[in-house]
């Protein structure tokens, strides 16, 4: 069975740091690429990072670009985001998804997706 599960969402204060984990398990991790995602109430579902399947290529959306990080580690089936200087408006669920390409940027050629972790920005 294809889980992606991820944890590490809560309430942060404006200004703080958070670091979300995707444990990946029921398919070969090392030949996808990985994506994190997030949807805020009444807004559409934004790709926020991915990253190669191989070679650490990552690519960042223009709001979280200089803020978040994408990696993962292939031995241990896991991605991450961390993300530092929080602010109110990355008030999201976050999701990780898999994709059988190397690297992409379309949510629709992610296969696998996680139930989502919620992220709180508040003071």
């Known amino acids: 069975e294809v889980q992606l599960v991820e944890s590490g969402g809560g309430l942060v204060q404006p200004g703080g740091s958070l670091r979300l984990t995707c444990e990946a398990s029921g398919f070969t991790f090392d030949d996808h690429g990985i994506g994190w995602f997030r949807q805020a109430p009444g807004k559409e579902r934004e790709g926020i990072a991915c990253i190669s399947s191989f070679d650490g290529r990552a690519y960042y959306s223009d709001s979280v670009k200089g803020r978040f990080t994408i990696s993962r580690d292939n031995a241990e089936n896991m991605g991450y985001l961390q993300m530092n200087s929080l602010k109110p408006e990355d008030t999201a669920v976050y999701y990780c998804?898999?994709?059988?390409?190397?690297?992409?940027?379309?949510?629709?050629?992610?296969?696998?997706w996680g139930q989502g972790t919620q992220v709180t920005v508040s003071s």
């Open positions: 998804a898999a994709t059988r390409w190397v690297i992409t940027r379309a949510a629709n050629e992610y296969e696998y």
